[in-house]
């Protein structure tokens, strides 16, 4: 299935509110939130993707339709010697388009759009995504990366040429 990513725009903003209320919905199985009293899960780190030079939104489409976004953003190290790592923020795809190959196809450009250190994380509770990711990962990377656990999230760190 063909798909485009392109960097949202500010006046794309709110597309991607509407689908972090989607993305929040099927994440809630997995971590205790609760909409607002307007009805909205909300989030409020959005607008630092576009004052912050080291957080990137994009979104995603199948044809003309909307598929999903993917929020990067780059995160000092543990110690001052560690370096820098990108991170995947939030990852969405519409159910819709799941399984058809779209998620790995955009993860995997993505990885390509930053090259360098990479850490990527899922709930521990999130067995679905592990899957997804280490599946992924692994085949970006050719069997290249290492995992650790850490304070109920489980990594996959991986190096992008």
Do not use: C
């Amino acid at each position: 299935m063909s798909f485009t990513i392109a960097r949202a725009t500010f006046e794309q903003k709110h597309i991607l509110e509407h689908l972090l209320e989607l993305y929040s919905h099927d994440f809630s199985e997995f971590i205790e939130i609760d909409v607002d009293e307007e009805g909205r899960y909300g989030y409020p780190q959005l607008g630092m993707y576009w004052t912050e030079p080291d957080r990137h939104p994009f979104l995603i489409r199948s044809g003309e339709k909307w598929a999903g976004f993917v929020l990067v953003r780059k995160i000092a190290g543990d110690h001052p010697d560690a370096g820098s790592s990108y991170s995947i923020a939030e990852f969405f795809i519409i159910r819709k388009y799941r399984r058809s190959g779209i998620g790995k196809a955009v993860a995997h450009e993505i990885f390509r759009m930053f090259p360098g250190r990479w850490e990527v994380f899922q709930l521990t509770t999130n067995l679905p995504a592990q899957a997804f990711w280490r599946k992924t990962i692994g085949e970006y990377t050719g069997g290249r990366y290492r995992e650790k656990e850490e304070n109920g999230k489980q990594f996959q760190l991986f190096h992008s040429p």
